[in-house]
């Protein structure tokens, strides 16, 4: 049995040519999940469909609200590895200055089970890479998403490739979802709204801007030299800080767009001046945007949340010496929103249930 999401329209195969967009828009614009829901397809071929292809790769296991109105989400994979996903609700349905505009949203997507580049805070990078995520796994999760919450077909969203895993790593699979999202038929996601986000896989940096696919591009940096990323960020001891910055300068990008960097602030280990000082340094020459992030501590975990007052001091130095510099509001801190607490808690669960 093939998976649908795994293909692009024109790639179902189905004569003549329309109905593969006729499907498509079945599934992606009115969020079918059974063929025979395809109403103006031919009964045979809905027949055909049933038994050539499976539309939906991975079950809800589950979905939990945070009081700020994001959601996570732990889905189940036909091998019973799990993912996740956050729903981050970025702006209400308002009216400004007498004109309706829509609420914003913003979906973080795993890209792998698990992830080998075993960055020293994160969660996820405890387990070491299970498996890379088929197309069909990672478009689905924005396609669940989307139903789930209710979110209009026409309805604008970002996309993120910010949660388990390391999207670079797993290169092919993540640039055909782009593709999926951003076709006309499906869910229409101009690649303009979706941001690609690496640990500095240089090489592959390389890679994806060759394809011009016309995505963003997010660096998870946290570190301004190199002995402090070794320690951090393993994966800096194949592409240090300056192979990735090379990579990055070379990475084509709409003019009106910023390259975004990633900064965590661990208490007491990255987070004062002298560090923010050599942030601008560093970035000097690159059209950048610094997003600062509170460290979310999870049990066990060697680092500590840093002070408001540090964060604030951090973000109004690098504003001051004209970078584009923000704090990013910590979202489902009561939902356990770092990145792989989801999926730990519930495997936490499991074993003391066993
Ligand atoms: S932070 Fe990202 S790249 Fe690093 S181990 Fe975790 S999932 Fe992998």
């Given at each position: 049995m093939k998976e649908l999401l795994d293909f692009l329209p024109e790639e179902y195969g189905?004569?003549?040519?329309?109905?593969?967009?006729?499907?498509?828009?079945?599934?992606?614009?009115?969020?079918?999940?059974?063929?025979?829901?395809?109403?103006?397809?031919s009964k045979a071929l809905r027949e055909q469909l049933k038994s050539e292809f499976n539309i939906m790769p991975l079950s809800l296991k589950i979905a939990q609200t945070s009081i700020d109105g994001s959601i996570k989400f732990l889905f189940s994979l036909h091998d019973n590895h799990t993912i996740e996903s956050v729903l981050l609700p970025m702006k209400k349905e308002r009216i400004e200055n007498g004109i309706k505009k829509s609420a914003k949203y913003t979906i973080c997507i795993s890209s792998q089970v698990g992830c080998k580049s075993g960055c020293s805070f994160c969660l996820t990078g405890k387990s070491g890479l299970i498996r890379n995520l088929s197309t069909a796994e990672i478009v689905a999760?924005?396609?669940?998403?989307?139903?789930?919450?209710?979110?209009?077909?026409?309805?604008?969203i970002n996309i993120v490739f910010m949660g388990m895993g390391e999207p670079l790593d797993n290169l092919k699979a993540v640039s055909k979802a782009v593709k999926i999202f951003s076709h006309n038929d499906t869910l229409a996601i101009s690649p303009r709204r979706q941001t690609?986000?690496?640990?500095?896989?240089?090489?592959?940096?390389?890679e994806l801007g060759k394809m011009n696919l016309g995505v963003l591009l997010a660096i998870s940096l946290h570190a301004v030299n190199d002995t402090l990323?070794?320690?951090?960020?393993?994966?800096?001891?194949?592409?240090?800080?300056?192979?990735?910055?090379?990579?990055?300068?070379?990475?084509?990008?709409?003019?009106?767009?910023?390259?975004l960097f990633e900064y965590l602030c661990l208490g007491g280990i990255n987070d004062d001046l002298s560090h923010a000082?050599?942030?601008?340094?560093?970035?000097?020459?690159?059209?950048?945007?610094?997003?600062?992030?509170?460290f979310n501590p999870h049990?066990?975990?060697?680092?500590?949340?840093?002070?408001?007052?540090?964060?604030?001091?951090?973000?109004?130095?690098?504003?001051?010496?004209?970078?584009?510099?923000?704090?990013?509001?910590?979202?489902?801190?009561?939902?356990?929103?770092?990145?792989?607490?989801?999926?730990?808690?519930?495997?936490?669960?499991a074993k003391t249930s066993l």
């Open positions: 189905l004569s003549p040519k329309y109905l593969n967009n006729e499907l498509a828009k079945f599934v992606y614009q009115k969020y079918i999940d059974d063929f025979s829901d395809a109403t103006s397809l999760q924005v396609l669940f998403i989307k139903k789930y919450a209710k979110i209009p077909y026409e309805q604008g690609i986000s690496t640990s500095g896989l240089a090489k592959q940096i390389e990323r070794d320690e951090l960020m393993p994966i800096n001891k194949a592409y240090n800080i300056e192979s990735v910055l090379n990579a990055v300068r070379n990475f084509p990008i709409d003019a009106r767009k910023r390259v000082k050599a942030l601008v340094k560093l970035l000097h020459g690159i059209k950048a945007k610094i997003n600062l992030i509170y049990e066990g975990s060697i680092y500590k949340r840093p002070s408001e007052e540090k964060v604030i001091a951090f973000r109004d130095y690098l504003q001051a010496h004209g970078q584009n510099a923000t704090i990013r509001q910590s979202k489902g801190l009561d939902i356990s929103a770092a990145c792989g607490q989801l999926r730990n808690n519930e495997d936490e669960n």
